[in-house]
């Protein structure tokens, strides 16, 4: 018996010179981005020099193998700093791993700001191999290996990634029985001497990989080559770099999570950034849509950015597929509160979509289909010298070819459909410069036919066909240039257009579009690793135009006289409005990564036509303290504004009624790492609104009178816990929880006034639960990789049902035909029941030569409650009835990928 050790880490194999890892860590795909990083490496660790471990005399003796799992721990010179034992084998094999991985040294990973500590998993494997068969012929001495000619040369390629396997050990037996023990070259090449004509078998010995033999016809008086396809028996657990430890960002709360931990999370449909609403702090939109209700705000209040550049809606038609191809998205970053002066124009929280920029050597072509859309795309670097790499996206869903054939024999038409584009090239050089230019636009159509006897209600005005299409695109360049060690600036501007058309039969139609002209800069100074001041600018430069039609008069006494004869009224409203907004930062780090103070500072600016501009300040201060090795305190505070929005202008572009929206956050939280791959993190917040934008009450002509005033007030506060194992091992799962709670007051400077029945309506008392207020919001989710690329995953979710207003009675009016509902309690204090489901997936992934497939399962809602999204009312509101939301359903699909 011969004693062999073998070992690997994800993405490494052992060697004295080894390849650096060969999965990028935040790179698009569903095989590759698996870390919870905040910035992407642009390199991998590599190893460089290793000492072998000895292997335990007793269990050599008792003819024993193992296999320990270590979790290594390598600062940002490559050294290690701590090693942990996730999968122990005993007999002495965990002590041998463990001292010989202290004395490993690594070539550091580094991200674009240089080198940086991470962890990794390295598998050590104890094994004790059978010998080698005898020789054919035992009298006849075989020639010195070191004195034969190479015969038999080849390439290690793994099956599905076509990457090659450099520093992989191996063995080729020749016709004769001999053996020799090789190790591939970090090419993946390997060269043997002397091996025996006839037919020799090649095999890969490393752990993790098939070792069933290839066999190579040896040729007298001729050199073999060889490209031998090794497959490997678990692609994903080849996919972490495990915890990557950067210097944390100033946000108060930051939550990042990797492309491809998220894609599995059932429910999500394998878009990244449905997982948002698994998070804490995100409230459930009704049927699930997709509505961003982040700590308790309205959803128009909060913000979501591509690469920085704000667009108006993240989701297509229902909420189930956001409008980024997920294969171009390397992380997403979700910030409910206390985030920095960069993102401004908003009350509510951020999403921050994060494209990649990370290549691999091959390029790779992406085929996906479901029960939703197809959709295709392409990752490469199709140019000479690896110069750029480009990424090229589109999908079409096709549920409006669908819906008709469930419909036959029904007047109803319903036609909903989207596509979307992505088009992006990134310089990749190793020049100073970064240089990035991206692309992306989606249109999204709603048709709904009705037939002629149908009835939308009295009013013939609002009988016909409706008909809502929006769209968005955007061209953006993005530039950086370091002008010293100390001094750097950023440059992005971006070209934009989004429209929004709707009609209602011939009678109503809205159009609305606008063309907006951004730029954003940053100069930022880095005198040294304690300080960091960004002077920046965000700066908007948007035309609009507005155009609308109705069969009548916007004036009150015409709504409420059934019997006035209407007069078609059209509307042009069109204009420029501009947002300068500079901001500055400082990053302050007294005592090194132990505390971190982040003041800054953002003017916000508006000005519309002829209005008189507005100028609004936002101090806001962060600061994290380190107080022990795993355990920090955070806190924040500051003010955040956001500008008028749409219809809130008015109907006169020259006078401008409203003012910003305020809010005043706190925050108090603190962060605990459990282990090396467990986190804890507990956040309390408080917000104050003010200034919010309402219904003018004493509005009596819209053609006069302001229709919006600054009046409502409103309070939000509460608490978020995150539990989370990051994807490290065979499992990842977290547990989130938020209790909070929301509340506003129109008009709380109003006298009071109450309803026949009591009810309070205005005034200092009149505070009433907002429409998203949600008390408890608890998610569950985790996953588990079975052997041969199988996974498992599922969620739970409780949510407390939204608040809504109730009514027992109605009064007809009979000249207009309609009913006039009564309240039986005050505004929004009664509730729908609680919102419970369990979810599902299975994923499989088969390998073949050339290309990969996975097929995988989303069964929603396998154990759901009564689940009411929305109360309906008959005629007279004397009867109600629950909407439920959606059944079980089983959603297919699969994504193919090429490389090549």
Same mark, same amino acid.
């Given at each position: 018996?011969?004693?062999?050790?073998?070992?690997?880490?994800?993405?490494?194999?052992?060697?004295?010179?080894?390849?650096?890892?060969?999965?990028?860590?935040?790179?698009?795909?569903?095989?590759?981005?698996?870390?919870?990083?905040?910035?992407?490496?642009?390199?991998?660790?590599?190893?460089?020099?290793?000492?072998?471990?000895?292997?335990?005399?007793?269990?050599?003796?008792?003819?024993?193998?193992?296999?320990?799992?270590?979790?290594?721990?390598?600062?940002?010179?490559?050294?290690?700093?701590?090693?942990?034992?996730?999968?122990?084998?005993?007999?002495?094999?965990?002590?041998?791993?463990?001292?010989?991985?202290?004395?490993?040294?690594?070539?550091?990973?580094?991200?674009?700001?240089?080198?940086?500590?991470?962890?990794?998993?390295?598998?050590?494997?104890?094994?004790?191999?059978?010998?080698?068969?005898?020789?054919?012929?035992?009298?006849?001495?075989?020639?010195?290996?070191?004195?034969?000619?190479?015969?038999?040369?080849?390439?290690?390629?793994?099956?599905?990634?076509?990457?090659?396997?450099?520093?992989?050990?191996?063995?080729?037996?020749?016709?004769?029985?001999?053996?020799?023990?090789?190790?591939?070259?970090?090419?993946?090449?390997?060269?043997?001497?002397?091996?025996?004509?006839?037919?020799?078998?090649?095999?890969?010995?490393?752990?993790?990989?098939?070792?069933?033999?290839?066999?190579?016809?040896?040729?007298?008086?001729?050199?073999?080559?060889?490209?031998?396809?090794?497959?490997?028996?678990?692609?994903?657990?080849?996919?972490?770099?495990?915890?990557?430890?950067?210097?944390?960002?100033?946000?108060?709360?930051?939550?990042?999570?990797?492309?491809?931990?998220?894609?599995?999370?059932?429910?999500?449909?394998?878009?990244?950034?449905?997982?948002?609403?698994?998070?804490?702090?995100?409230?459930?939109?009704?049927?699930?849509?997709?509505?961003?209700?982040?700590?308790?705000?309205?959803?128009?209040?909060?913000?979501?950015?591509?690469?920085?550049?704000?667009?108006?809606?993240?989701?297509?038609?229902?909420?189930?597929?956001?409008?980024?191809?997920?294969?171009?998205?390397?992380?997403?970053?979700?910030?409910?509160?206390?985030?920095?002066?960069?993102?401004?124009?908003?009350?509510?929280?951020?999403?921050?979509?994060?494209?990649?920029?990370?290549?691999?050597?091959?390029?790779?072509?992406?085929?996906?289909?479901?029960?939703?859309?197809?959709?295709?795309?392409?990752?490469?670097?199709?140019?000479?010298? *690896?110069?750029?790499?480009?990424?090229?996206?589109?999908?079409?869903?096709?549920?409006?070819?669908?819906?008709?054939?469930?419909?036959?024999?029904?007047?109803?038409?319903?036609?909903?459909?989207?596509?979307?584009?992505?088009?992006?090239?990134?310089?990749?050089?190793?020049?100073?410069?970064?240089?990035?230019?991206?692309?992306?636009?989606?249109?999204?159509?709603?048709?709904?036919?009705?037939?002629?006897?149908?009835?939308?209600?009295?009013?013939? *005005?609002?009988?016909?066909?409706?008909?809502?299409?929006?769209?968005?695109?955007?061209?953006?360049?993005?530039?950086?240039?370091?002008?010293?060690?100390?001094?750097?600036?950023?440059?992005?501007?971006?070209?934009?257009?989004?429209?929004?058309?709707?009609?209602?039969?011939?009678?109503?139609?809205?159009?609305?579009?606008?063309?907006?002209?951004?730029?954003?800069?940053?100069?930022?100074?880095?005198?040294?690793?304690?300080?960091?001041?960004?002077?920046?600018?965000?700066?908007?430069?948007?035309?609009?135009?507005?155009?609308?039609?109705?069969?009548?008069?916007?004036?009150?006494?015409?709504? *409420?006289?059934?019997?006035?004869?209407?007069?078609?009224?059209?509307?042009?409203?069109?204009?420029?409005?501009?947002?300068?907004?500079?901001?500055?930062?400082?990053?302050?780090?007294?005592?090194?990564?132990?505390?971190?103070?982040?003041?800054?500072?953002?003017?916000?600016?508006?000005?519309?036509?002829?209005?008189?501009?507005?100028?609004?300040?936002?101090?806001?201060?962060?600061?994290?303290?380190?107080?022990?090795?795993?355990?920090?305190?955070?806190?924040?505070?500051?003010?955040?504004?956001?500008?008028?929005?749409?219809?809130?202008?008015?109907?006169?572009?020259?006078?401008?009624?409203?003012?910003?929206?305020?809010?005043?956050?706190?925050?108090?939280?603190?962060?605990?790492?459990?282990?090396?791959?467990?986190?804890?993190?507990?956040?309390?917040?408080?917000?104050?609104?003010?200034?919010?934008?309402?219904?003018?009450?004493?509005?009596?002509?819209?053609?006069?009178?302001?229709?919006?005033?600054?009046?409502?007030?409103?309070?939000?506060?509460?608490?978020?816990?995150?539990?989370?194992?990051?994807?490290?091992?065979?499992?990842?799962?977290?547990?989130?929880?938020?209790?909070?709670?929301?509340?506003?007051?129109?008009?709380?400077?109003?006298?009071?006034?109450?309803?026949?029945?009591?009810?309070?309506?205005?005034?200092?008392?009149?505070?009433?639960?907002? *429409?998203?207020?949600?008390?408890?919001?608890?998610?569950?989710?985790?996953?588990?990789?079975?052997?041969?690329?199988?996974?498992?995953?599922?969620?739970?979710?409780?949510?407390?049902?939204?608040?809504?207003?109730?009514?027992?009675?109605?009064?007809?009016?009979?000249?207009?035909?309609?009913?006039?509902?009564?309240?039986?309690?005050?505004?929004?204090?009664?509730?729908?029941?609680?919102?419970?489901?369990?979810?599902?997936?299975?994923?499989?992934?088969?390998?073949?030569?050339?290309?990969?497939?996975?097929?995988?399962?989303?069964?929603?809602?396998?154990?759901?409650?009564?689940?009411?999204?929305?109360?309906?009312?008959?005629?007279?509101?004397?009867?109600?009835?629950?909407?439920?939301?959606?059944?079980?359903?089983?959603?297919?699909?699969?994504?193919?990928?090429?490389?090549?």
């Amino acid at each position: 018996m011969r004693k062999t050790r073998r070992w690997s880490a994800h993405g490494l194999l052992g060697a004295a010179l080894l390849a650096p890892l060969s999965a990028p860590l935040l790179a698009a795909g569903p095989a590759r981005a698996q870390a919870p990083a905040e910035e992407a490496l642009i390199r991998e660790p590599a190893l460089i020099s290793m000492v072998e471990a000895p292997y335990p005399p007793a269990a050599e003796a008792a003819g024993l193998g193992g296999r320990v799992l270590l979790l290594i721990e390598i600062d940002a010179t490559g050294v290690p700093t701590a090693v942990e034992v996730l999968e122990a084998a005993g007999h002495g094999f965990d002590e041998a791993a463990v001292a010989a991985a202290r004395q490993f040294r690594f070539e550091p990973a580094a991200t674009a700001s240089g080198p940086v500590p991470v962890a990794i998993e390295f598998a050590y494997e104890f094994a004790l191999a059978p010998a080698p068969l005898p020789p054919a012929d035992p009298a006849a001495p075989p020639t010195p290996e070191a004195e034969a000619p190479v015969n038999l040369t080849g390439t290690l390629v793994e099956m599905g990634t076509r990457r090659a396997l450099g520093s992989t050990p191996l063995q080729v037996i020749g016709a004769d029985g001999q053996a020799q023990d090789l190790m591939s070259a970090p090419d993946g090449r390997f060269e043997a001497r002397g091996v025996a004509i006839g037919a020799a078998q090649v095999r890969v010995v490393a752990p993790g990989f098939d070792d069933t033999p290839t066999t190579v016809e040896v040729t007298a008086g001729e050199l073999t080559d060889a490209r031998i396809w090794v497959k490997n028996l678990g692609y994903r657990d080849n996919e972490v770099v495990a915890v990557y430890q950067k210097k944390r960002e100033p946000e108060i709360t930051r939550r990042t999570l990797s492309v491809a931990e998220i894609r599995r999370v059932p429910g999500t449909f394998g878009d990244p950034v449905r997982v948002i609403q698994n998070l804490p702090g995100a409230a459930r939109g009704p049927f699930g849509l997709g509505l961003l209700v982040i700590r308790g705000a309205n959803p128009e209040d909060s913000n979501v950015y591509v690469d920085g550049v704000e667009v108006p809606i993240i989701y297509h038609l229902g909420g189930y597929r956001s409008v980024i191809n997920a294969d171009l998205i390397s992380s997403v970053d979700y910030l409910p509160g206390g985030y920095q002066v960069k993102y401004g124009r908003s009350t509510g929280g951020v999403i921050d979509v994060q494209s990649s920029r990370t290549y691999e050597d091959q390029d790779k072509f992406t085929w996906k289909t479901d029960v939703l859309d197809t959709g295709l795309f392409y990752k490469g670097k199709p140019g000479p010298k *690896d110069k750029w790499g480009v990424q090229v996206g589109a999908r079409r869903s096709y549920v409006d070819a669908f819906i008709p054939l469930f419909t036959r024999g029904s007047e109803f038409v319903v036609k909903p459909r989207w596509f979307d584009y992505q088009v992006k090239a990134d310089r990749i050089d190793k020049g100073q410069d970064e240089l990035t230019l991206f692309a992306f636009g989606f249109q999204d159509k709603l048709f709904i036919q009705t037939p002629s006897s149908f009835a939308q209600s009295a009013d013939q *005005d609002t009988q016909g066909d409706l008909s809502t299409t929006y769209q968005t695109h955007r061209q953006i360049l993005s530039w950086t240039h370091p002008f010293t060690d100390t001094w750097s600036l950023w440059v992005q501007p971006a070209v934009g257009f989004d429209a929004i058309e709707a009609g209602l039969g011939s009678s109503f139609e809205l159009t609305q579009s606008f063309t907006n002209l951004s730029a954003r800069a940053e100069l930022r100074y880095a005198p040294s690793e304690a300080l960091t001041a960004s002077l920046g600018l965000d700066s908007q430069a948007t035309y609009y135009k507005i155009e609308f039609a109705i069969p009548f008069l916007p004036s009150f006494d015409q709504l *409420d006289d059934p019997l006035a004869e209407r007069e078609p009224f059209r509307q042009t409203i069109d204009g420029w409005y501009f947002s300068p907004d500079p901001y500055l930062d400082v990053r302050w780090r007294p005592l090194g990564d132990r505390l971190l103070i982040n003041p800054g500072v953002r003017l916000n600016t508006l000005k519309i036509g002829e209005a008189k501009a507005l100028l609004t300040l936002d101090p806001r201060l962060g600061a994290r303290v380190a107080v022990g090795p795993t355990t920090a305190i955070k806190a924040g505070t500051g003010v955040y504004q956001q500008p008028p929005q749409g219809q809130e202008f008015g109907i006169d572009e020259d006078e401008l009624n409203v003012n910003f929206e305020r809010g005043w956050t706190h925050e108090v939280g603190v962060e605990q790492r459990i282990a090396e791959t467990g986190t804890l993190d507990w956040t309390g917040f408080y917000k104050g609104l003010d200034r919010l934008i309402v219904n003018n009450p004493d509005a009596e002509d819209a053609t006069v009178d302001p229709i919006y005033v600054n009046e409502g007030v409103g309070r939000i506060y509460g608490m978020e816990i995150m539990l989370r194992k990051a994807l490290v091992d065979r499992w990842f799962g977290w547990v989130s929880y938020t209790l909070s709670k929301s509340e506003r007051n129109d008009y709380p400077e109003r006298s009071e006034q109450r309803t026949a029945e009591g009810v309070v309506t205005r005034g200092p008392e009149a505070w009433y639960d907002y *429409d998203f207020d949600q008390t408890h919001i608890l998610t569950v989710v985790g996953g588990y990789r079975l052997p041969r690329d199988f996974e498992l995953s599922g969620r739970f979710q409780y949510v407390t049902g939204n608040p809504y207003t109730p009514y027992d009675l109605a009064v007809q009016d009979l000249d207009s035909d309609s009913w006039a509902p009564i309240q039986s309690g005050a505004k929004n204090t009664s509730r729908l029941a609680p919102y419970t489901a369990l979810d599902l997936r299975a994923d499989k992934l088969f390998t073949f030569k050339y290309w990969q497939l996975e097929v995988y399962l989303d069964l929603l809602n396998v154990v759901r409650g009564e689940n009411p999204e929305q109360l309906i009312y008959n005629y007279d509101y004397t009867e109600s009835a629950v909407v439920r939301g959606l059944p079980f359903i089983a959603s297919p699909g699969f994504q193919a990928d090429f490389r090549f």
